[in-house]
């Protein structure tokens, strides 16, 4: 975990990797199609969740996709 000094927020490492991999396979063509293909290849290849679950929901997928802070919006606390 740092916190990226242009933006102030908390960056997990391990979180990371996942989220950006979520942005690539939705904005990017290719045969994983939508938010259900992607919950499902995250769960067929064993990766948890942020929560630790094996199994990726489809909300799960579009909340993260929908997040303020992912998407380069700040936000105030």
Known sequence: MFI???TEQ???KEEESVVKLIFHMFTTPHEIK???GIA???TD???PTKKGSSVWHRQVVRQT???KAYIGETISF
């Open 34 to 36: 939508g938010i259900n």
């Open 10 to 12: 908390i960056i997990v």
């Open 40 to 42: 499902k290849y995250l």
């Open 4 to 6: 990226d000094k242009q």
């Open 45 to 47: 290849r064993g990766i």
């Open 65 to 67: 996709l929908m997040n």
